[in-house]
């Protein structure tokens, strides 16, 4: 054996610096995913919401063509009663806000017999609908989804 070779033995492994560089990649890259997962969530709540208004909407119209008029604010059923008009129910539970299950939907009838709007807070500050609109009652950046009588 020659005097100028030396035993070198080659181990294999991560470095310290290796290992925190991909655990910090991992990290950012996972609170990028958590910030797009919780805006899918929002969205799917707020398209629950407009769903929902639209099937109240429905039901007031066929209390209206039996009943003659839209029913007043005060009457209104809360979230998970029926919507009814008795012997008739027009719905079987007014749903809900996706949110929490509790927290009743907003109904107001108008002066008239025959006007009346429905809204919900919505999560999604950037939504584009015509109908999203910004009110500072829903928070600090908060839109309101409203529908009218039509």
């Known amino acids: 054996m020659d005097k100028c070779t030396k035993n070198f033995s080659i181990q294999r492994g991560f470095t310290l610096i290796e290992l925190i560089v991909v655990i910090s990649i991992i990290g950012i890259l996972s609170s990028l995913l958590v ?12 398209g629950v919401r407009k769903k929902d208004l639209e099937q109240i909407r429905l039901a007031l119209e066929t209390y209206r063509i039996d009943v003659g ?12 009663s029926p919507l009814q008009d008795p012997p008739t129910v027009y719905m079987e539970k007014v749903p ?3 949110l929490d299950g509790t927290t009743d939907y907003v109904y107001a009838k108008g002066t008239s017999d025959f006007r009346y709007t429905l809204s919900v807070c919505l999560e999604n500050t950037n939504d584009q609908d015509p109908n999203a609109t910004d009110d500072l009652s829903c928070g600090a950046n908060g839109k309101r989804y409203t529908v009218t009588n039509p």
Request: proline residues 11%; hydrophobic residues 20%.
């Open 96 to 98: 809900c806000d996706p």
């Open 69 to 80: 008029k839209y029913p007043e604010t005060a009457s209104f059923p809360t979230c998970g």
């Open 35 to 46: 910030a797009n997962f919780m805006n899918v969530r929002y969205k799917t709540r707020d």
